[in-house]
């Protein structure tokens, strides 16, 4: 995957609140990149982990460390 790749599907997020609120709602950077491909967009988690820090489109990606489990995601 090229960057560029996540730099438009960023842009997409900015444009669509519905898809926005699915990024936000996910917990992995696997999760991100499945709903990047389900749109046709060349992304995996590894690339987006590669991303955090930097920004495109309006966008900021950060990465977050959870300690263990992820909090929430079992009950």
């Known amino acids: ?3 560029e790749q ?3 599907f960023l842009s997409r997020v ?5 898809l926005r609120r699915q990024v936000e709602e996910a917990i ?3 999760e991100v990149a499945r709903l990047a ?4 967009f060349s992304v ?3 690339d987006i982990l590669r991303f955090s820090g930097q920004s495109a ?3 900021r990606v950060t990465r977050i460390d959870h300690p263990g489990e992820y ?3 079992y009950y």
């Open 1 to 3: 995957m090229t960057f």
């Open 6 to 8: 996540f730099r438009l």
């Open 14 to 18: 900015q444009r669509d609140p519905a």
């Open 28 to 30: 992995t950077a696997d």
């Open 37 to 40: 491909q389900d749109l046709g």
């Open 44 to 46: 995996s988690g590894s």
């Open 57 to 59: 489109a309006g966008v």
């Open 71 to 73: 909090p929430g995601r």
